[in-house]
């Protein structure tokens, strides 16, 4: 039986095959080349991907406002008070709401991508809230923290491990065999984490922020959160 050497036939066919297709998930992507090639790839954002989340952001923002309006019997949304538990539902349901829109008329491919950056906002809403909810609760039942700095730095602490922590829960979830690139911790999502800290800030009931209101900040941030997530692709 004859053997054929392809490799010596063809000597530069095994370097055009180096880098994986855009939508080959039998890779680690740890080359950046292959990691801009990716990118390179992905469809741009276009004006009625961003009309369909936004759609989707507002609707699912709005929709468990009046809930909660119903239940603290408020006719004015300025007016609610939120604890974690509906800051958590005000996150988790427009980011629901931006994704589901977004993912209308879309491909397979994109729908995947739409659903892991909705896990990440989520998380990246979420996470950090709570931490810092328990944090806040320890200070409060400890006699040398449970003052203004004290307060203060178990806030700044709590938002940077659960900020970095919701990143890497994301990536476990959405991908567990790690055979994609990981959704890294950019600028843009640290300023959008200013949900977390007006919440909490809520939540802290410090003197001075009490009396500016900061919850009714709440929906447009967490609105924006599920905006970003139902447009990207």
């Known amino acids: 039986m004859t053997v054929y050497n392809i490799n010596f036939k063809y000597p530069t066919l095994e370097l055009m095959d180096t880098y994986p297709e855009y939508g080959d998930k039998n890779y680690r992507g740890k080359s950046s080349f292959s990691i801009k090639r990716h990118r390179a790839l992905e469809r741009d954002v276009t004006n009625n991907d961003k009309l369909k989340a936004g759609l989707g952001a507002i609707a699912g923002t709005v929709i468990p406002m009046l809930y909660l309006m119903k239940k603290q019997k408020v006719k004015n949304p300025f007016k609610l008070k939120y604890n974690l538990s509906d800051m958590v539902l005000l996150s988790g349901t427009s980011v629901i ?3 589901c829109t977004g993912m209308i008329g879309e491909n397979k491919s994109t729908r995947q991508n739409k659903v892991r950056e ?32 004290g307060k203060m730095l178990s806030i700044a602490g709590g938002l940077l491990v659960g900020m970095y922590g919701s990143a890497s829960i994301s990536n476990l979830i959405c991908d567990p065999y790690d055979k994609r690139p990981d959704r890294k911790l950019t600028l843009l999502d640290c ?42 692709n």
Not at 126 to 146: D, Q, Y
Not at 194 to 223: C, Q, R, S, W
């Open 97 to 99: 709401g931006g994704v």
């Open 118 to 149: 909705g896990v990440f906002q989520f998380l990246n809403a979420a996470v950090p809230t709570w931490i810092v909810g328990g944090v806040l609760k320890l200070c409060e039942e400890s006699k040398n923290f449970n003052n203004l700095p």
């Open 191 to 232: 300023i959008a984490n200013i949900d977390d800290a007006v919440g909490v800030l809520v939540l802290a009931k410090f003197p001075l922020i009490d009396k500016l209101h900061l919850e009714k900040l709440l929906p447009f941030i967490y609105t924006y959160c599920g905006y970003r997530a139902g447009k990207s």
